[in-house]
């Protein structure tokens, strides 16, 4: 059974800076992880997503530039730091795991999520 759990969300104002982090039982050595989003009144949607050893990256193009996702050295805890935070950033962040996460955007292991809310 894989575990995910998230930390890091809260409060910020627009134009200022944010880190979530997840911490991922040890099954997920080899998976990918990601981040997922849903705000209220809307549908989740893919955040970002990095390869098992950390170096592939890919970003949605509304958070591309301002998101950066890592992977810490013991690759079951991930990472995203969120820089010039807009409104439409607010939204109950996921943090993911799963065997395409990359090239689908799909995931297979889903965390309970943590609020980021952006004022302006």
């Known amino acids: 059974q894989v575990q995910l759990v998230e930390s890091g969300g809260g409060l910020v104002q627009a134009g200022g800076s944010l880190r979530l982090s997840c911490s991922a039982s040890l099954r997920t050595f080899t998976l990918e992880l990601g981040w997922f989003r849903q705000a209220p009144g809307k549908e989740r949607e893919f955040v970002a997503a990095?390869?098992?050893?950390?170096?592939?990256?890919v970003y949605a193009d509304s958070v591309k530039g301002r998101f950066t996702i890592s992977r810490g050295n013991a690759k079951n805890t991930m990472y995203l730091q969120m820089s010039s935070l807009k409104p439409e950033d607010t939204a109950n962040y996921y943090c993911?795991?799963?065997?395409?996460?990359?090239?689908?955007?799909?995931?297979?292991?889903w965390g309970q999520g943590t609020q980021v809310t952006v004022s302006s």
């Open positions: 993911t795991a799963g065997v395409r996460l990359l090239a689908s955007r799909s995931a297979d292991y």
């Open positions: 990095i390869g098992w050893s950390g170096i592939t990256t």
